[in-house]
């Protein structure tokens, strides 16, 4: 079962009105291309135009708005009035332990008595845990706060009901048939949420709950102190970052990069990154993993400790634990892959083969659903992966671009004790002695579900552009676009007839660069894992070639520039 060179789809974006696009690149003063792209995004108006490059906080909506968040608010006052404790209940990734972090500081800003905590992911599992409302009882507390978990927790509420806590729900996941009996549960696309952005992170729900509070008491200076935890979050999370999600992260980047706090200043020096440089590419693969780390191998308060540290020396510690952990965490990662990968190459036939269903008893479970990932990633199919965990084998479902795993294995739920997720990611339990039973059941459902179009990768172009276009105030703009992600990506060009100058080599891992020309305008350009491509381009005068358009502060040898960079194209795919 060899992947080999994955070949591509190429899809130009549909064009909007060119009527449109003439009218907003002359009110705004932007260049045809821009303003295809902005009109493309939903970017049409003068108005839009000016909320988009210029953000500000005061676009962000009246947290009010939001379904029980005058009881949220009302609950929390009277606490802090009254003198009770409060426990803050994270879920152990980057937006749960950021969420938690964020609610602790505010709470004990304001003079609350407060705790947290974060489940065990082995012992305890996702969620709200009867161990953890156990903990919040025997600490003596009256209000548990749930942040990115708990809109499911129907059972998990009523016990923590009968153990004398209120509960008060921060979620951003979606609902069951039920909503638990909680004082308040916030949760932007429950049913009856009026709430106009639907696609908070849980972190980004607990700081419209700040947002609220910090306004009833007359603090509203206070909020924008919490805009790097929503950042590292939302990113981490990858929600859309679109609507209130952009702002908060744009402005929550400008306080990471211009004064961050100890715990994100020493994860940002132990990953080798620079304050003012920090960008969301920087937090998904370098920042994130560390966080996620000490969850996915340990305790998750670890992260919490790390996050609200205000003493340097203490921060640079627990950094260093966590880079530590990132490190076996990886080990871990890469001989999982290499072992799954044997597995595929064993028992997998290609074609005949639509997913992947792997298990092994001694798999760490903290690490599967990162590798169902890079299974997906090399073979471009759903894949699931699964270890032994108490008797039953335990695992995460990842799918690719465009199909519903979640849906798929809603058709073979016959063969699941339990499963829960999404459209590209899920959770699953499985009898060890129903794994065939599952493994086929799956493998059916994804080749009924899926269609023809789905199973080669599609690179979408936003605008095809000749090289000429590529000018200092049009790379200046295109920075304007940012924070990239979701709902929000990089613009992706297309440029034909190039002629390749000098002579192509490869560099580093097997990464591929070379210089372009067309109509005496000349590019430097760089494919990242593409060196066995050498030939394709070698002398070549009609390339085409689909691209971003990025700054490289890398000189020739190899050492940083000082504050100069140079544009260069970073090839998706060429031929």
Not at 430 to 438: I, N, P, S
């Amino acid at each position: 079962m060899n992947p080999g060179y994955r070949h591509f789809r190429w899809t130009i974006s549909v064009s909007p009105s060119s009527e449109r696009i003439s009218r907003l690149a002359e009110e705004i003063r932007v260049p045809e291309a821009i303003a295809r792209i902005l009109v493309d995004r939903g970017i049409d108006t003068l108005e839009a135009a000016t909320k988009y490059f210029q953000p500000d906080l005061s676009q962000l909506h009246d947290p009010f708005l939001m379904d029980g968040m005058e009881l949220a608010v009302q609950r929390i006052l009277l606490a802090l009035e009254r003198r009770e404790k409060f426990i803050v209940f994270g879920d152990y990734d980057v937006d749960g332990t950021n969420g938690a972090s964020m609610l602790y500081l505010f709470l004990t800003r304001l003079g609350g008595d407060v705790e947290y905590y974060t489940p065990d992911r082995i012992k305890e599992g996702y969620g709200v845990s009867h161990r953890g409302i156990d903990y919040a009882r025997d600490k003596g507390v009256s209000l548990f706060i749930a942040i990115d978990c708990g809109i499911t927790a129907v059972e998990q509420v009523r016990y923590a009901r009968e153990m004398g806590l209120d509960v008060i729900i921060c979620d951003h996941h979606e609902p069951g048939e039920t909503i638990p009996d909680a004082v308040a549960v916030l949760d932007p696309i429950k049913p009856g949420c009026a709430y106009p952005f639907k696609n908070l992170c849980g972190c980004g729900v607990g700081f419209k709950l700040i947002q609220a509070v910090a306004r009833r008491i007359g603090r509203e200076e206070f909020v924008e102190d919490y805009l790097d935890f929503v950042t590292l979050a939302s990113t981490a999370d990858i929600v859309p970052l679109i609507g209130e999600n952009r702002i908060l992260v744009r402005f929550g980047l400008e306080a990471i990069n211009q004064h961050p706090r100890p715990g994100i200043k020493a994860l940002m020096d132990v990953a080798g990154n620079k304050p003012g440089k920090i960008h969301t590419g920087q937090i998904v693969f370098n920042l994130a993993p560390r966080i996620n780390a000490v969850g996915r191998l340990g305790d998750a308060m670890r992260a919490i400790r790390l996050l609200t540290s205000t003493d340097p020396a203490e921060a640079q510690e627990l950094a260093a634990v966590m880079e530590e952990e990132n490190r076996n965490r990886r080990k871990i990662d890469e001989d999982t892959f290499l072992e799954a990968q044997h597995l595929a190459e064993q028992y997998y036939n290609g074609d005949d083969d639509a997913a992947l269903v792997l298990h092994d008893e001694r798999w760490h479970s903290g690490v599967v659903g990162i590798v169902a990932s890079r299974m997906v990633e090399k073979y471009y199919k759903p894949s699931v992966m699964m270890a032994t965990v108490d008797g039953v084998a335990k695992g995460s479902a990842r799918s690719i671009p465009g199909f519903d795993v979640y849906k798929a294995l809603k058709r073979c739920e016959e063969t699941i004790i339990q499963f829960g997720g999404h459209k590209y990611a899920a959770g699953l339990t499985v009898e060890l002695d129903k794994l065939g039973d599952f493994r086929r059941a799956f493998n059916a459902a994804v080749r009924e579900l899926m269609t023809d179009d789905l199973k080669t990768p599609e690179i979408r172009v936003d605008v095809e552009l000749g090289l000429n276009e590529i000018t200092p105030r049009f790379r200046s703009i295109l920075g304007e676009f940012a924070p990239f992600g979701p709902g929000n990506m990089r613009p992706v060009f297309l440029s034909r007839n190039l002629e390749v100058v000098g002579t192509p080599r490869v560099v580093g891992k097997n990464h591929l660069r070379f210089k372009v020309r067309q109509n005496g305008n000349v590019f430097d350009a760089i494919a990242f894992g593409m060196g066995d491509r050498l030939n394709e381009v070698h002398g070549r005068r009609d390339l085409e070639l689909i691209y971003t358009v990025e700054e490289n502060d890398w000189a020739p040898n190899g050492e940083a520039r000082s504050g100069e960079t140079t544009p260069q194209l970073k090839i998706r795919d060429l031929r």
